[in-house]
């Protein structure tokens, strides 16, 4: 059987929302908004982090190296904690699972600040990972179970437009402390903790999804149908053993491994080459080493602001098309898109007069987030709704946690022999350059999966 649709509706998809609905959408929005201000505050502030835990003195690739180590363990916190969280919202509630997994990140990403060494910071970057991890399938589910069917994808744009709030935020907070630190106010060690303890502001949105957020009633019907037909919720056996729901669950892993790998293992490495762009040329200057490192945080905040601008009207560019076009051609255009602006950006970023480079290639890399957000709860019943999503979006982590460590050995391969700042940047640029060729996989996935657009969400 399959649901029913909601009646015709013209205008945009937010007209004849209810106040609940409104509070669905809030509190799912600001909890994938927060949990990406806790991802970018990470992204910024990794390398400050590692530099200031390792000895002083150390190789900037041995420290990038272990940045990638730190993304990596991130990463596979990410895809454990999608796959536990996937499934018990499925079996206990989308809202009570998206409570714990907020309280998770936050809690985790504050104790960051107290890390010792690089390995205990990479261990509590797991556990973040974990709660993390969880948020964007139960978020999705929630909104997609309780909204009408004619505000799913453009809700579920906007949620994932509204990530890249976050992540300007964030940038934000590296523009503030890079100035703070350029005055002498701030040094660069207590920088990044004050940052990371920033990350733990989210736990009090826990109160009010504790209190305030019911369970949808598709879920409530669905788990009740469950009982009575035997079918399982949340149940890997049924996502992987039904061959109904088999297929979109590995082609839209493959979906996503092509785009968690171009955006962790490549995108969200730019602050690394702004940062070091800008740091080789003020040092050519004779600038004293203090300026350059609050100069160095400042740029990378800029940076971080400009690509996010381009990622949020990439997917609300995205969600548009999704609804014009179809999910499919939306998805084609925006990897081939995001593969060669990614490409270019590492070839032609050669300083600050370039900053544009990072929203162009923001909003195509990000885009495809939109288009994970309005396609992968269309895929899936009521009962495997939240299942199937994590398990599209988090186990393909597992892979593309490969993504980071893929680069920086690749960046070492290049760098063999050598001997300065400028080779070591090239080195790294190349590394970056090939790994762009991972966006060719979404759009061989994307050919083998059906179209989603007018139809009702599958139901058993």
């Known amino acids: 059987m399959t649901s029913t649709q909601s009646p015709l509706q013209t205008g945009p998809w937010w007209r004849a929302l209810t106040p609940y609905h409104w509070f669905v959408f809030l509190m799912a929005s600001l909890a994938w908004l927060f949990d990406c201000f806790d991802q970018q505050i990470f992204l910024l502030f990794r390398n400050d982090a590692i530099t200031s835990l390792m000895a002083e003195g150390t190789d900037s ?27 018990l919202g499925d079996k206990f509630g989308r809202a009570k699972m998206l409570t714990l997994t907020v309280l998770m990140y936050s809690v985790f990403t504050g104790l960051s600040a107290l890390s010792q060494g690089w390995f205990d910071f990479a261990l509590y970057r797991f556990l973040t990972g974990l709660g993390v991890g969880g948020v964007f399938g139960l978020a999705v ?81 669905a788990r009740e149908q469950s009982r009575q037909s035997n079918k399982q919720m949340g149940s890997y056996r049924s996502l992987l053993g039904e061959a109904r729901w ?40 004779g600038i004293p ?28 560019a995205f969600a548009w098309a999704a609804e014009k076009m179809g999910r499919k051609p939306a998805f084609i255009i925006g990897f081939i898109g995001a593969m060669i602006t990614t490409w270019c950006f590492f070839e032609f970023f050669n300083g600050v007069q370039d900053v544009w480079m990072s929203a162009v290639m923001g909003f195509f890399q990000l885009a495809l987030f939109a288009g994970f957000a309005i396609y992968l709860p269309e895929l899936f019943p009521t009962r495997l709704r ?60 994307v050919l083998f999966l059906s179209e989603t657009k007018g139809k009702p969400l599958p139901e058993d």
Request: aromatic letters at 12%.
């Open 61 to 87: 690739t041995i420290i990038k190296q272990h940045g990638a180590d730190a993304t990596m363990f991130f990463v596979l916190g990410w895809a454990t904690g999608g796959l536990i969280f996937g499934v």
């Open 141 to 221: 589910a929630l909104i997609a179970d309780t909204l009408p069917d004619h505000a799913r994808a453009g809700a579920l744009g906007m949620l994932q437009a509204l990530s890249a709030v976050g992540n300007l935020t964030a940038g934000a907070v590296s523009m503030w402390f890079g100035n703070l630190i350029q005055s002498g106010t701030l040094s660069p060690d207590w920088a990044w903790k004050i940052a990371f303890l920033l990350g733990a502001i989210p736990a009090f949105l826990v109160v009010f999804i504790e209190v305030k957020l019911k369970e949808p009633e598709k879920w409530v019907k």
């Open 246 to 285: 088999r297929k979109p669950a590995l082609l839209g892993m493959l979906l996503c491994i092509s785009g968690v790998i171009g955006l962790w293992g490549i995108g969200f490495f730019s602050p690394e080459l702004v940062g070091d762009v800008i740091s080789n040329s003020l040092r050519g200057q």
């Open 289 to 316: 080493d203090a300026e350059i490192s609050g100069a160095a945080a400042k740029w990378k905040g800029i940076n971080s602001m400009v690509q996010n601008t381009g990622a949020f009207f990439g997917m609300i």
């Open 386 to 445: 939240s299942t199937g999503t994590s398990f599209c979006y988090n186990v393909g982590r597992f892979i593309a946690a490969s993504g980071p460590f893929t680069l920086g050995h690749l960046q070492k391969f290049f760098a063999e022999g050598a001997d300065t700042a400028e080779a070591k940047l090239i080195a790294f640029r190349q590394a970056c350059q090939w790994m762009s060729l991972i966006f060719l996989l979404g759009i061989v996935a």
